[in-house]
């Protein structure tokens, strides 16, 4: 990690060094990658450093279905086993919908998603962007209206077809929690995340010998930190005035469920 004031480097998933590790990268290459954790894992490659270590079956992958089994039993010289219903059985493809005029906005269903195909912002409408939608259905139970369901898609769309954009969007989506983690211990820590090139420890260009100028691009810095601070309060405050939506024919338990996030991001945002 680096010091307290510089980005520190986030890195995707690393070259495979040793043995361990290149098999590893082997059994995730023939996993399915919708991420869905049925295998009782908390995504391929854990599943597949559990194949690999010999403390999972080759047999727990339900989007995998019959055919990963095979494959799998191919590349690793073990027996065929058919798959172990306990972790769910093989289902045709699917994409999640959200039935937007009921979506309240509570971004429980983003929070959820392991390959950030969920668009929408705290308090308004969210939509699926199907194309990048695993169908892992991690983002059904989560709603607290029941406005996610999922949907078939052709059938001659396989999942496995769809394997390496799951991959690349899931290790993008580890990447954006790391970073995430890393700007929260920083502003715990009292540190500002860079908002320059001299925070990031790259040099700052010398600043205009004039300060009088309105525009923020020939600023001095500690100007345009304010300039910026000042747009984020507003952007807060705008964001604080919008009231969910959507609640008028809810039940109680539904309403009271709200009222329980809407308390728990008003004091994230305190925090
Ligand atoms: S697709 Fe789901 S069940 Fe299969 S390995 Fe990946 S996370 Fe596990
Ligand atoms: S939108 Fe829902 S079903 Fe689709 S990948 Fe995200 S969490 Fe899974
Ligand atoms: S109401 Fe449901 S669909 Fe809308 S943001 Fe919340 S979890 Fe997502």
Redesign the pocket.
């Known amino acids: 990690m680096s010091s307290s004031n510089t980005y520190p480097v986030f890195r995707l998933q690393p070259v495979p060094q040793t043995e361990e590790e290149r098999l590893i990268a082997k059994i995730d290459a023939v996993l399915p990658q919708t991420q869905c954790t049925k295998c009782g894992y908390d995504g391929c490659r854990p599943y597949a450093a559990a194949i690999a270590k010999g403390e999972a079956g080759i047999n727990q992958c339900p989007p995998g279905g019959d055919h990963g089994i095979h494959v799998l039993a191919d590349l690793l010289q073990r027996e065929y086993k058919p798959l172990d219903t306990t972790h769910g059985i093989e289902q045709p493809r699917t994409v999640a919908f ?1 039935d937007e005029p009921v ?7 983003i929070q959820a998603c392991p390959v950030d195909a969920i668009v ?1 912002a705290a308090k308004q409408m ?1 939509t699926i962007v199907a194309d990048l939608c695993s169908g892992c259905e991690l983002c059904v139970a ?4 029941d ?2 369901s999922m949907q078939p898609v052709p059938a001659e769309e396989l999942a496995r077809d769809r394997a390496d954009q799951w991959r690349e969007q899931h290790d993008l989506h580890l990447f954006r929690l790391e970073r995430d983690k890393w700007e929260k211990q920083q502003k715990t820590a009292g540190a500002k995340a860079p908002t320059s090139p001299a925070d990031a420890g790259v040099a700052e260009p010398p600043a205009p010998a004039s300060t009088a100028t309105s525009q923020a691009g020939l600023m001095p810095l500690d100007a345009k930190r304010a300039l910026i601070a000042a747009a984020m309060e507003r952007a807060r405050q705008q964001r604080e005035a919008i009231k969910p939506q959507n609640t008028e024919a809810l039940n109680d338990a539904t309403k009271a469920k709200i009222a329980a996030i809407e308390a728990r991001r008003a004091k994230e945002n305190n925090d």
């Open positions: 959200i979506c309240i906005g509570c971004t429980l269903c929408g969210h989560p709603c607290p209206v406005c996610i």
